[in-house]
């Protein structure tokens, strides 16, 4: 009785599910892998598409970015976050963010870890932290790796403008840092929807695939002018404002709301997954 008695005094829900423990866990699982490769694979895909295909080239007249793709390493990266900004990339938040509480769940494993006894909060933020962190991992080894393969293709040099001028490689360095934090702010939103559907659900991909349908059809409704003004509510809707910060005289203010928006949808989103979660009845 006395060993309960001490074991129970010296308790504490900081020592329940220590992060690196979950890192190590959802690094070892084969999703984690397999979008590990994908994202590492597809900037040789590009090589191999404009060694095919020769170099792009402008059409009217009109050069934009895809067209500097093989100035140099720096252009080749941030064509890579441009392909992939857009739906790419919302996949493996997606993935990392709704599967992780649904999977326990599904498993039947859930229970278990709650009967530790993890506290659900506890619970919840390391999940949240450990998904928030691969997603960002995620970001950063497309363009890192593009960016080696592109200087290694078409060499190291200074990120060319398609509206004219150029910015030197440790700037153009700085710039591609910078843009990689946007992404990662501007697809909060579609974390937030994945998580909450995660502890909503017992089916991983339902909620994966809704955060990522959800995520689709706010692209859709941006792509509606109709809507006027009410667009610039939809976080879709500055999902490349990032396009601004590599100029050589950077505008500011479509990053800022765009990120406001994002964190705001995001805050809202988090609050009510573990405010739900806080009062599910958990039976699997």
Known sequence: MSTLTEVASGFSTRHTLPLRVELVRQLKRRRTLVMGAVLALLPFVLLIAFAIGGDPSSRDGRITLMDTATASGANFAAVNLFVSAGFLLVIPVALFCGDTVASEASWSS????????????????????????????AMILLPVVALAAGTAAYGWGPLQIPTGGALDTGTATQRLALTVAYVFVSQLVTA????????????PLGAVGGAVGLTIVGN?????????????????HWQFAWADAV???????????????????????FALAFRGFARKDVVS
């Open 220 to 236: 859709v409704l941006d792509a509606v002018t109709a809507l006027g003004h009410w667009r610039d509510f939809l976080p879709a």
């Open 247 to 269: 100029q050589p005289h950077p505008e500011w203010s479509g990053m800022i709301q765009g990120a406001s928006i994002s964190v705001t949808y995001a805050v809202v989103l």
């Open 192 to 203: 937030g929807l994945a998580f909450w559907l995660s502890t909503k659900t017992d089916a």
């Open 110 to 137: 859930l229970r278990y870890l709650l009967a530790a006894p993890v506290p659900r909060a506890r619970l919840l933020w390391s999940k949240l932290a450990v998904a928030l962190g691969l997603s960002l991992a």
